[in-house]
């Protein structure tokens, strides 16, 4: 057997299934440029026959990513699969990835099949998928609450019918470390055909065992690891990246393993993830929280500072977190910029690092000092607004505000669009929503709801810099707008301009569409 476990990330598929956490196209792109670059071995681009969003994105994900082997999942039907096919096709290495549920509850309220019918469909499905593509998954949904002979005889109609990897999914978070072990030994000794493919395991997080579960599969014989980043995923999310990979790190006595992921691009990719969600990481999330790697008790600091393995049983470095903070200010040229930002791991075109510095001599004249924290938000900003910006949409001129405890807020806005000027005045329960209330007054978009409006700061003090995510709903969409100031009102303002904006050339182009 192989000591190379490979890292499945599901984060564009069972992490954007999450509540709160949709990406558009563009954002769905950006973070699988982030797995890509972190070298993970397969991205689960989407599920292709969900919806023609679902379809546009995998196929896009299939064409940009070159490096990983990129996958769509699919119901063990006809149609499901012909749409993966369809939408990963193009991919430098398609996989397809074939499902359906083994558990006694899920065949008989869920699908209504009796175990024969299951058996023979699998094999039926995973033989039709593999007419298309050589590299085919199947999952065996629910399987920690099957029965064991029953998912062993599953498993080895999957593996006649040319499945390449297996994967046993702990679908409801049910499930221990000792026992995913158990199930994983016993189907590589009876399942005819096991040592031809690979076992994986993907865990849920209902009982806060995903990480345990899943290392508890890699002791049990697993090579495949299904996790997402940060941990998102349904209910309590699926297994942690970060987290698993770095105990596998932390403990080759224990896990004698390798994977071929770039830790260093692990706190970056949190990052972005993050980021695009409109979420910031909790405090104390292992690896990634922005506790990880403080130290705050006499003790502790005292030990940390004898010996740093006193505390500490991963570096910070080795996950990309830098912790020598140089302060750069007004008078830090291009050059001392650039360099810092290669440190943090940005490697920036002549453009990006130019727009980047420019905005680095503003916030110079706001803030007193300017941290690695953000610098990396400016850094990452400009890596969105790349990535999703509208051409020819409205911009900010200026906006004026005026608001106290005992009268209505007023907000008058000016932007701009194609060299005209437009200016509004409106009232609103607060100076936001005075301020929103003036901008639809003026760009009178298509109706839509706020999904997530988020304030973030990025670093300590009253000077910090606001991170605003909004995201708007329309017609089943989300529209996401960032903004990034000192001053909060900008930073909500420029978020929701971006936001429309986007939401005004779907618009457009649904009406160019259907004329
Ligand atoms: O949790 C689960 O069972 C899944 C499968 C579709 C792999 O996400
Ligand atoms: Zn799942």
Known sequence: MTDQVKIFDTTLRDGEQAPGCSMNLREKIEVARALERMRVDVIEAGFAISSPGDFESVRAISQAVRDCTVASLARASVKDIDAAWEAVKVAADPRIHVFIATSPIHMEYKLRMKPEEVLEQTEAMVAYARRYCSNIQFSAEDATRSDLDFLAKVCAAAIRAGATTLNIPDTVGYTTPAEMR????????????????????????????????????????????????????????????????????TRPDL??????????????????VYSVIGQKAPLNKPIVGANAFAHESGIHQHG?????????????????????NIVLGKHSGKHAVEERLKYLGYNLSP????????????????????????????????????????????????????????????????????GQRFEDVCLGDGPIDAAFNAIDKIVQPAPHSFDIYNIHSISEGKDTLGDVTIKLMSEGRTYTGKGLSTDIMEASITAYIKAINKLCAATEQRKGESA
């Open 255 to 272: 896990y004698p393993v390798t994977t071929r992921l770039d830790a260093t691009q692990i706190y970056r990719s949190s990052k972005t």
């Open 304 to 324: 940390v500072l004898a010996n740093k393995a006193t505390y500490e049983i991963l570096t910070p470095e080795a996950v990309g977190v830098h912790t020598n």
């Open 182 to 249: 158990a199930r994983i030994e016993y189907l590589r000794a009876h399942v005819p055909g096991a040592d031809d493919v690979v076992f994986s395991v993907h865990c849920h997080n209902d009982l806060g065992l995903a990480v345990a579960n899943a290392l508890g599969g890699v002791l049990g014989g697993a090579r495949q690891i299904e996790c997402t980043v940060n941990g998102l995923g349904e209910r309590a999310g699926n297994t942690a990246l970060e987290e698993v990979v770095m105990a596998m790190r």
């Open 351 to 418: 453009e990006e690092l130019l727009a980047c510095f420019e905005e680095f001599k503003v916030l110079c004249d706001k803030k007193k000092s300017v941290t690695d924290t953000d610098l990396e938000a400016l850094a990452e900003q400009r890596a969105v607004a790349e990535e999703t910006a509208v051409e020819g949409g409205y911009q900010l001129d200026w906006f004026s505000v005026h608001t106290s405890n005992f009268t209505t807020a007023t907000c008058t806005v000016s932007l701009l669009r194609d």
